[in-house]
């Protein structure tokens, strides 16, 4: 096993340069980045170009400058005026690109971005003023709460339903939880997220839960206690969407994993010698029928962090890992775009290999370095 770990964490450096130069490139040809986001500002907007030139008393902007922070007045002469009919200096479209950090080489800014991240130095964000590496670290632990406990219930709702339709198969109730399944399976989260919105956060019926955020205004110095119940409250909506978008894959996992064991002739032979059927379900087929489903948590984690709860964090306005990566991809926020792929992608790679490892703690039968 310790071999097979040290060949899968071997892989991981290859993967995500891989990823890396991948949406690098992509990106270069993706039309609408910051470079063209600051000049269609200045062209439509009429902003005053002295704070890129230093002329009028301006200020030169700086890469993690707010765009709100800068004065939009109109000035006199050639540098104020507004140059949408006319075109910019190309000084002034250098100066822009010098401030950003495209005046480099497309190869020049991917080795100082990869000599960063080995580093785990992302730089400053492009349009605030915080370095990449607090703004991911201040908005995770939101991200990881709504997956942690997404995952938690979906386990605990999936596994007892899942080992009740096994052992009534075929009857009503296998048929009727079915259709309930079939629908959480058909229908993303995101769209429950919404009926959740309508029904129950002054959509258009009832305003029993808040829309966004995680706090209540007026709550900011309020007791702890507090604080975490109000949390608690505005997580309801949030965590039940991913819980019904997500519960349906699992359900049919353990009811299949446990229709399996029961049809193997050990059920059939401790039924013969007289034992129970609760000794029979639980203290033999349970245990088998389990390993995958546990070894498997690790990965559905993943699963529920990286594609669930992006789309629930921008429904419910939810300031976590998602909503910051959607937001950073709107406004061509590249350092933020990429430091939360890089993050995303080494997690997902990382959890694979606690996934595999778990594997062999709950079935020692499994023998990965047995494979060819």
């Known amino acids: 096993?310790?071999?097979y770990l040290l060949r899968?964490?071997?892989?991981?450096?290859?993967?995500?340069?891989g990823i890396i130069l991948i949406n690098f490139f992509i990106v270069q040809f993706a039309p609408g980045g910051p470079v063209e986001q600051m000049i269609a500002e200045l062209r439509g907007e009429?902003?005053?170009?002295?704070?890129?030139?230093?002329?009028?008393?301006?200020?030169?902007?700086?890469?993690?400058?707010?765009?709100?922070s800068q004065s939009?007045?109109?000035?006199?002469?050639?540098?104020?005026?507004?140059?949408?009919?006319?075109?910019?200096?190309?000084?002034?479209?250098?100066?822009?690109?010098?401030?950003?950090?495209?005046?480099?080489?497309?190869?020049?800014?991917?080795?100082?971005?990869?000599?960063?991240?080995?580093?785990?130095?992302?730089?400053?964000?492009?349009f605030r003023d915080r370095p990449v590496v607090d703004l991911i670290l201040e908005k995770?632990?939101?991200?990881?709460?709504?997956?942690?406990?997404?995952?938690?219930?979906?386990?605990?709702?999936s596994i007892p339903l899942g080992i009740r339709k096994a052992v009534r198969d075929g009857t009503r109730f296998d048929v009727w939880t079915s259709g309930v399944?079939?629908?959480?399976?058909?229908?993303p989260g995101f769209l429950f997220a919404i009926l959740l919105v309508v029904l129950f956060a002054g959509g258009s019926f009832v305003q029993w839960f808040p829309l966004r955020g995680l706090l209540s205004p007026g709550l900011e110095n309020a007791p702890f206690l507090t604080r975490v119940l109000d949390d608690a409250w505005h997580m309801v909506l949030p965590i039940l969407a991913l819980v019904i978008g997500g519960f349906a894959g699992l359900t049919m996992l353990t009811k299949n994993s446990f229709l399996d064991e029961i049809n193997k002739q050990y059920v059939v032979t401790a039924r013969a010698k007289g034992a129970a059927e609760?000794?029979?379900?639980?203290?033999?087929?349970?245990?088998?029928?389990?390993?995958?489903?546990?070894?498997?948590?690790?990965?559905?984690?993943?699963?529920?962090?990286?594609?669930?709860?992006?789309?629930?964090?921008?429904?419910?306005?939810?300031?976590?890992?998602?909503?910051?990566?959607?937001?950073?991809?709107?406004?061509?926020?590249?350092?933020?775009m990429f430091?939360?792929?890089?993050?995303?992608?080494?997690?997902?790679?990382?959890?694979?290999?606690?996934?595999?490892f778990t594997y062999t703690l709950v079935d020692p039968r499994i023998d990965f370095e047995a494979r060819r």
């Open 1 to 3: 096993m310790g071999a």
């Open 140 to 157: 995770m632990p939101v991200s990881i709460s709504l997956g942690l406990w997404s995952t938690l219930i979906i386990y605990l709702v």
């Open 8 to 17: 899968r964490l071997a892989l991981v450096v290859p993967t995500l340069f």
């Open 72 to 126: 939009s007045g109109g000035g006199s002469g050639p540098v104020g005026t507004y140059r949408g009919a006319q075109g910019l200096d190309p000084a002034i479209v250098a100066e822009i690109e010098r401030t950003f950090g495209f005046d480099k080489p497309a190869t020049q800014r991917f080795q100082e971005m990869l000599w960063g991240y080995l580093r785990f130095d992302f730089g400053n964000s492009l």
């Open 278 to 336: 609760t000794r029979v379900l639980y203290g033999h087929v349970f245990r088998n029928a389990m390993l995958l489903i546990i070894a498997g948590f690790p990965t559905a984690f993943i699963g529920i962090l990286f594609t669930g709860s992006l789309l629930i964090e921008i429904v419910f306005s939810l300031d976590g890992l998602g909503l910051l990566g959607f937001e950073s991809a709107l406004r061509r926020d590249y350092p933020v």
């Open 46 to 68: 009429g902003q005053t170009l002295g704070r890129l030139t230093g002329e009028g008393g301006g200020e030169v902007r700086q890469p993690g400058q707010e765009r709100g």
């Open 181 to 187: 399944v079939l629908v959480g399976y058909a229908i």
């Open 339 to 356: 430091a939360t792929l890089y993050i995303f992608t080494l997690l997902g790679l990382v959890m694979q290999i606690v996934g595999d």
